[in-house]
């Protein structure tokens, strides 16, 4: 079965600095691996996705991730961040084949100080 | 239009009420999913419709009854929850299956 990890449920950055929130998965077979972004009061929102080819993928808000297949990880990376990103982000992994069902991470709470 | 539209955003309900959830998009979406989350937590999937018939139950208790009336509607319906039924109902749709989902802002919901 597949899975996801991220090992971090907390994250606090200061405004300015660069942040990287990590995300291992668990698979057997290849796996499309996704990043969701959750504001407060708010549903979710895609910022970016691998399903297959280069493995940094660039997504919105100036964020990108890097798919590595030997670490199954897939970590998310942004240079410089702003009080706006404040949110909590989710990965989440679902199979090519199965793909209705998506699995998502526990979460990781980015706080951003100023 | 690249919404998925949500009401009510709140509900209180009692124990023995019926309700039901509300969601619609107008993007042409053919697969619509029902979340829940409960806080500080990940969403869990409950139900997947796709052309309108349901694709995935994840052995969800029968209180909860979704109905896919047409292909920009879905429904939840509520009845004799439990308090632990409280959380962020979401809804989602996507192009087909296993496409991009987009996420609505949810029903914030909370038994009594």
């Known amino acids: 079965a597949q899975s996801v990890t991220q090992l971090d449920s907390q994250v606090p950055v200061f405004e300015e600095a660069p942040v990287e929130l990590r995300c291992n998965y668990s698979?057997?077979?290849?796996?499309?691996l996704f990043w969701y972004v959750q504001y407060p009061n708010q549903g979710l929102q895609l910022l970016l996705k691998?399903?297959?080819?280069?493995?940094l993928v660039k997504g919105i808000n100036g964020f990108e991730a890097e798919f590595n297949k030997s670490q199954t990880s897939f970590h998310l990376r942004k240079p410089s961040v702003h009080i706006s990103d404040t949110a909590e982000y989710f990965c989440?992994?679902?199979?090519?084949?199965?793909?209705?069902?998506?699995?998502f991470g526990q979460g990781t709470r980015l706080t951003i100080n100023p | 239009d690249t919404e998925v539209t949500q009401t009510p955003k709140h509900l209180v309900m009692g124990m023995t009420n019926k309700k039901s959830l509300k969601c619609e998009q107008h993007?042409?979406?053919?697969?619509m999913y029902w979340y829940k989350q409960k806080a500080k937590k990940p969403p869990e999937l409950m139900f997947v419709?796709?052309?309108?018939?349901?694709?995935i139950n994840e052995s969800v208790p029968s209180r909860f009854s979704p109905e896919c009336p047409n292909s920009s509607l879905l429904n939840l319906h509520l009845h004799a929850l439990q308090p632990e039924d409280s959380a962020l109902y979401l809804c989602?749709?996507?192009?087909?299956?296993?496409?991009?989902?987009?996420f609505g802002s949810g029903t914030q919901l909370s038994v009594l």
């Open positions: 989602a749709s996507s192009t087909t299956l296993g496409e991009k989902l987009f």
């Open positions: 698979s057997s077979v290849s796996v499309y």
């Open positions: 691998y399903l297959s080819g280069s493995t």
């Open positions: 989440a992994v679902s199979y090519p084949q199965g793909a209705q069902k998506l699995v």
């Open positions: 993007m042409g979406h053919r697969a």
């Open positions: 419709y796709s052309y309108e018939k349901l694709s």
